[in-house]
């Protein structure tokens, strides 16, 4: 079982940077695969990084190539979304998502997810 926490959402303008975090508890944290989705008023949940457990492997949505960097810290417990030159159709909630399938960019293949941190990027 592994519990996850998200922070650093908040206000920014575009073209801004936010780090997002998320905390996990649970012994399993270091061999699965985390991600990040987001999710938009009115749109559906949408992939947008994931790593593998030993953060060798990462891919994205094309929408955040070469904007976002996910990362990740096992002794800390914590994956990290490192967010750059963030543009006003970035903003919604982001989610941390825990032991999912790294090819697969379906929210249903996550087993585990935190409670979400806002995004909201002003033009």
């Known amino acids: 079982q592994v519990q996850l926490v998200e922070s650093g959402g908040g206000l920014v303008q575009a073209g801004g940077s936010l780090r997002l975090s998320c905390l996990a508890s649970?012994?399993?944290?270091?061999?699965?695969?985390m991600a990040w989705f987001r999710q938009a008023p009115g749109k559906e949940r949408e992939f947008v990084a994931a790593?593998?457990?030993?953060?060798?492997?990462?891919r994205y949505v094309d929408s955040v190539k070469g904007r976002f960097i996910i990362s990740r810290d096992n002794a800390k417990k914590t994956v990290y979304l490192q967010m750059n030159s963030l543009k006003p159709e970035d903003t919604a909630v982001y989610y941390c998502?825990?032991?999912?399938?790294?090819?697969?960019?379906?929210?249903?293949?996550?087993?585990?997810w935190g409670q979400g941190t806002q995004v909201t990027v002003s033009s």
């Open positions: 790593i593998t457990w030993g953060g060798g492997n990462t």
């Open positions: 649970g012994r399993t944290f270091s061999s699965v695969t």
């Open positions: 998502a825990g032991n999912g399938t790294f090819y697969s960019i379906q929210a249903r293949d996550y087993d585990y």
